[in-house]
């Protein structure tokens, strides 16, 4: 091999100004994602839980659907066929805030929202149910026993697992390259159709990718260490 | 909505050209999963072995190989590949043993945590007992505890299956004709009809993925079963 290692070639100038574009893209486009997906996954964890039949059935099949669908192809979905099944009005707006990122953020939320529901509802479930009778029988009606004592237990223990659904999520990210999005993996993957530095370029992405998944690893381990095994439940 | 594009071109969803071409679509979205997993078998029961060794470095070693992967997305392992198995092997591959080369890394490095913890999950008196009878530690482990560690394994395996399917998706980036990239073949020909496309093919990963969940769960609860009595 006589490959020339140029390593300026992503440290400096115009292709690093590139690759840091695609960074603040990652970031944004994951940050709007996880907050939706977060909320979303609420939601439908409640509903999963709910004792009314067709509320049930409803998240039942939103679980199973979503988290049995490739991510590409509910981006391809979502950012091709979309105009088809979504108002006018909404697709107006959408095209307003640039289509590919709304389309990107819409796939990865309904994605990611699906597993954080099952994250929380095992989280619910590992509570022991005499927490739910005691407070019941303390006075507190359903909804208060689980705000008060059932969720604060729960989303102590659900926290390692979402966190990970959080990083698998900005991971996934890296698909919106598909459909155009300039995030890291775009900006990469340009730098080495501009340069033919491939290996200094998806050297410096996957630096990002995977340090930022080496520093969210050590943080939960210290969690798991410091928060979860003083409380350890039974 | 007008489904008639996809009852137009079901064959070539289903096999691509196949009986006078290649085989492509749902047909070959399987044979990468089905080839792709049995290779990552193999490199997981590999890795998972290296990471619980008993020699530090090995376990290091292994350790951080598995941490990297595992900190990538898998389209920057497909973007590695692409660009390193050539340079390494001096000429060009088919783009699919390329993405079965990614897949099988990148799967290998989550089996590994499977087998892992399946090893960790069989209790230590099955070890003290198999040593206390003369076996040494390889035979401990080969007769022993892997063959009851493997069968706790199944469903999970049954699990990375599905993500392996849905993960085969991603070969449409370097252009291997499985069922995504023959959708978006279809869409760029006929342009008018993504939603239907899109979500045809939506619902036919889900009915395969679905299958292996429910076949994953069922197998879940006869262990249970079996191991209650």
Request: hydrophobic letters at 50%; a positive charge; proline letters at 2%.
């Given at each position: 091999?006589?490959?020339?290692?140029?390593?300026?070639?992503?440290?400096?100038?115009?292709y690093f100004e590139w690759l840091v574009s695609g960074v603040v893209v990652t970031v944004k486009i994951s940050v709007v994602s996880i907050a939706l997906s977060f909320l979303l996954g609420l939601v439908i964890a409640v509903m999963r839980m709910s004792r009314f039949r067709p509320v049930y059935w409803f998240a039942h099949g939103?679980?199973?659907?979503?988290?049995?669908?490739?991510?590409l192809v509910q981006i391809f979905f979502w950012y091709f066929g979309s105009y088809k099944v979504l108002p006018d009005a909404v697709n107006q707006w959408l095209n307003a805030q640039g289509f590919e990122f709304a389309a990107a953020v819409i796939a990865l939320t309904i994605y990611t929202s699906a597993f954080i529901a099952e994250d929380i509802r095992s989280g619910v479930r590992s509570i022991p149910k005499e927490q739910m009778e005691a407070a019941r029988s303390a006075g507190f009606s359903y909804v208060r026993s689980m705000f008060y004592i059932i969720l604060p237990q729960a989303v102590r223990l659900t926290i390692p697992p979402l966190i990970n659904q959080f990083l698998n999520l900005t991971k996934n990210s890296s698909l919106a390259m598909t459909i155009g999005v300039a995030e890291l993996m775009y900006q990469a993957r340009q730098v080495e159709s501009y340069t033919f530095k491939g290996f200094e370029a998806f050297s410096a992405a996957t630096v990002v990718y995977v340090g930022l998944s080496f520093a969210i690893t050590g943080l939960m381990t210290l969690y798991d260490r410091k928060v979860l095994q003083p409380i350890k439940v039974r | 909505m007008d489904f008639q594009v996809v009852w137009d071109n079901l064959s070539y969803f289903f096999v691509g050209r196949y009986p006078k071409g290649p085989l492509g679509g749902v047909g070959l979205t399987l044979y990468l999963a089905v080839v792709a997993l049995a290779l990552s078998f193999v490199g997981g029961l590999i890795l998972g072995l290296l990471s619980?060794?008993?020699?530090?470095?090995v376990r290091?070693?292994?350790s951080s190989f598995i941490q990297i992967i595992r900190g990538m997305p898998l389209l920057m392992v497909i973007f590695w590949m692409f660009f390193l198995l050539p340079a390494l092997f001096g000429k060009g591959m088919p783009a699919s043993m390329t993405v079965i080369t990614a897949l099988t890394l990148f799967t290998?490095?989550?089996?590994?945590?499977?087998?892992?913890?399946?090893?960790?999950?069989?209790?230590?008196?099955?070890?003290?007992?198999?040593?206390?009878?003369?076996?040494?530690?390889?035979?401990?482990?080969?007769?022993v505890v892997l063959p009851q560690a493997l069968r706790n394994m199944i469903p999970?395996?049954?699990?990375?299956?599905?993500?392996?399917i849905k993960d085969t998706s991603l070969a449409f980036i370097v252009g291997v004709a499985e069922l995504t990239q023959i959708a978006t073949q279809v869409n760029n020909r006929t342009m008018m009809y993504p939603t239907e496309?899109?979500?045809?093919?939506?619902?036919?990963?889900?009915?395969?993925?679905?299958?292996?969940?429910?076949l994953s769960r069922w197998l879940e609860r006869r262990l249970a079963y079996t191991k209650s009595i």
């Open positions: 091999m006589n490959y020339q290692f140029d390593w300026a070639v992503v440290t400096s100038g115009k939103y679980l199973e659907f979503f988290r049995n669908t490739p991510l | 619980i060794s008993r020699n530090r470095a290091w070693v292994s290998s490095a989550y089996m590994s945590e499977i087998v892992r913890a399946g090893i960790m999950g069989i209790p230590k008196g099955q070890t003290e007992a198999a040593v206390s009878t003369g076996l040494t530690h390889r035979q401990t482990m080969l007769y999970s395996f049954v699990n990375q299956f599905v993500s392996m496309i899109f979500l045809f093919i939506a619902v036919i990963y889900f009915v395969i993925c679905f299958a292996f969940t429910e």
